[in-house]
T-cell receptor, first 112, second 110 residues
Framework: DGGITQSPKYLFRKEGQNVTLSCEQN?????MYWYRQDPGQGLRLIYY???????QKGDIAEGYSVSREKKESFPLTVTSAQKNPTAFYLC???????????FGPGTRLLVL | SQKIEQNSEALNIQEGKTATLTCNYT??????LQWYRQDPGRGPVFLLL?????KEKRKERLKVTFDTTLKQSLFHITASQPADSATYLC?????????FGQGTTLQVKP
């Protein structure tokens, strides 16, 4: 997770609340990704961005939103529309070849 | 739909033995396949990438094979050590997108 930071490490959400997960990178990578990981399941892609000011939905985008205003930053907002938000959220970057991905340390989101 | 399958049961082996993990995929033609290691509560770490035109790749005690006919990859750790205990994720990919398996947990006992 060297050049990728995610904060906070743990986040608690109340009913009806939107929360934002931070992801910052200093690897100078254009591509950034958000995944969700649930116990016993593979990582599922929420959103990804190949370049600043552009992003695409992944496989499970409903209830989430993102922005990519700076190359270094790709914040993820979990909205109140996401009914089952409890999971481990991972941010990743992709190198110029768009093959290998580099992951941050993750944020664990819990619902109060 | 695309499906990636890894052994869901944990693999327990004795230190010094070779661990072999399996990854099968269906409805997919990846250009490459990657293996990642994930420790509890942490993000995955890249280990190896093998391309569709490569049969085998090695890195230190790690070896990966890729059979596009069988749609299968095998991941071997030789002379395993307790420090190799972790969950290993298989991730076939194409044009910048990876599809991750659920991972196989390896436990190496001293």
């Amino acid at each position: 997770d060297g050049g990728i930071t995610q904060s906070p490490k743990y986040l608690f959400r109340k009913e009806g609340q939107n929360v934002t997960l931070s992801c910052e990178q200093n690897l100078n990578h254009d591509a950034m990704y958000w995944y969700r990981q649930d116990p016993g399941q593979g990582l599922r892609l929420i959103y990804y961005s190949q370049i600043v000011n552009d992003f695409q939905k992944g496989d499970i985008a409903e209830g989430y939103s993102v922005s990519r205003e700076k190359k270094e930053s790709f914040p993820l907002t979990v909205t109140s529309a996401q009914k089952n938000p409890t999971a481990f959220y991972l941010c990743a970057t992709g190198d110029d070849k768009r093959e290998t991905q580099y992951f941050g340390p993750g944020t664990r989101l819990l619902v109060l | 739909s695309q499906k990636i399958e890894q052994n869901s049961e944990a693999l327990n082996i004795q230190e010094g033995k070779t661990a072999t993990l399996t990854c099968n995929y269906t409805n997919y033609s990846p250009a490459y396949l990657q293996w990642y290691r994930q420790d509890p509560g942490r993000g995955p770490v890249f280990l190896l990438l093998i391309r569709e035109n490569e049969k085998e790749k090695r890195k230190e005690r790690l070896k990966v094979t890729f059979d596009t006919t069988l749609k299968q990859s095998l991941f071997h750790i030789t002379a395993s050590q307790p420090a190799d205990s972790a969950t290993y994720l298989c991730a076939p990919g194409n044009t910048g997108k990876l599809i991750f398996g659920q991972g196989t947990t390896l436990q190496v006992k001293p």
